[in-house]
Each structure stands twice: as structure tokens, then as C-alpha cells.
Nanobody, 125 residues
Framework: QVQVVESGGGLVQAGGSLRLSCTAS????????MGWYRQAPGKERELVAS?????????QYGDFAKGRFTISRDNAKNAVYLQMNNLETEDTAVYFC?????????????????WGQGTQVTVSS
């Protein structure tokens, strides 16, 4: 089992910055990708950013995040971070950490997905 814990959300004014942290614990050996999604009220959950944990450090960003948000990782801590700069009111949402890769029938399986409980980010005008 993989446990996922996020931190770092809060209230910030437009133009400000926040840094989110996500740490995975438990059976982490099969994790291959970690990232962030967000969900605003009445909207679908959408990708913010993701990064591969093994081999390459390839990243993927939602269009709205490019140039403002940066995802990074610390493999030794099984952690990923999301630095969010120049925040806009439209960034207000619950941000969820997404961990891909886990054990299924004792074998590593890339289709296993675990989510954190979410952290609220509120950007005021």
C-alpha cells in the first residue's frame, strides 16, 4: 500500500506564490510517476503537472501551468513539489497529489494509482 500526504496549500493574493509538497510512504518501490491534479467547484479534475520518478525526469504540464508552475522531485524522500508563481484567482481549487505505480498481486503495476486527500489553494483578488 502507498500512502500519500500533501501539504502547503493556503490563502494567497493574486500574483503571489505557494509551494505544495507531496510525500509517498509505504510500499513505494513501484512508483514511476508523481504529479498534481486540481479540481475547482463544478469543474472536472485536471492535470497540473507530473514528473517521472525513474530514469528520465520528463515532466508534463497543463497549458495553464506552463511558465508559472514548476514541478520537481526528491527521490530520496519519495517527494514531489509544486512551485506555483504568479497565481491567479482561477487557480483556486483543491490540489490533489497523484502517485502512479504500485503493487498488484505482488507485482509492480503502472496502472495502480493512489491519491492524496487534497489541499485547498485559494487565490484572492
Amino acid at each position: 500500500q502507498v500512502q500519500v500526504v500533501e501539504s502547503g496549500g493556503g490563502l494567497v493574493q493574486a500574483g503571489g506564490s505557494l509551494r505544495l509538497s507531496c510525500t509517498a510512504s509505504g510500499d513505494t518501490v513501484c512508483i514511476h510517476n508523481m504529479g498534481w491534479y486540481r479540481q475547482a467547484p463544478g469543474k472536472e479534475r485536471e492535470l497540473v503537472a507530473s514528473i517521472f520518478i525513474v530514469r528520465s525526469r520528463n515532466t508534463q504540464y497543463g497549458d495553464f501551468a506552463k511558465g508559472r508552475f514548476t514541478i520537481s522531485r526528491d527521490n530520496a524522500k519519495n517527494a514531489v513539489y509544486l512551485q506555483m508563481n504568479n497565481l491567479e484567482t482561477e487557480d483556486t481549487a483543491v490540489y490533489f497529489c497523484n502517485v502512479r505505480g504500485g503493487r498488484l498481486n505482488s507485482l509492480c503495476n503502472e496502472g495502480v494509482i493512489n491519491w492524496g486527500q487534497g489541499t485547498q489553494v485559494t487565490v484572492s483578488s
